[in-house]
């Protein structure tokens, strides 16, 4: 869990000074930042799992550290979770997708459509 906590806040912190944002303390990071490196981690095509792992990971420090959950809102992204063939021993197989792609971006191709 360290592991997955630390990773995220490299990655936000790497983010803030790579575009200038870093706040003088933390409680300025407001939720327009939060909301462009969301963004951000979509133009970089991570993984559906991967950004909603990053996301929640930011999220439970951030709350530790004092923000409300409200705050919070915009470190998300839609998604939606889509159903696949059933696995070998007939399970349904479910894959999360990203809700809309990011501008830019082509979207995603859906899995339904190769059923």
């Keep these: 869990m360290t592991v997955i906590l630390s990773s995220a806040w490299v990655m936000f912190q790497s983010f803030l000074e790579d575009h200038e944002l ?3 303390r933390l409680e300025n990071i407001n939720p327009p930042t939060m909301a462009r490196f969301v963004k951000h981690c979509r133009t970089l095509d991570m993984d559906v799992d ?6 929640t ?7 530790r550290a004092g ?13 939606r979770r889509v159903r696949g ?3 070998a021993n007939g ?3 479910y894959q999360r ?4 792609p990011v501008s830019g971006l082509p979207a995603a191709p859906d899995p339904a459509e190769d059923a």
């Design 85 to 87: 063939k059933n696995d």
């Design 57 to 63: 990971a930011l999220r439970t420090l951030l709350m």
């Design 91 to 93: 399970k349904y197989a």
């Design 22 to 24: 870093p706040p003088d």
């Design 97 to 100: 997708r990203f809700l809309e």
């Design 50 to 55: 991967a950004l909603v792992m990053t996301l």
């Design 67 to 79: 923000f409300q959950a409200g705050t919070l809102a915009s470190l998300a992204t839609p998604i």
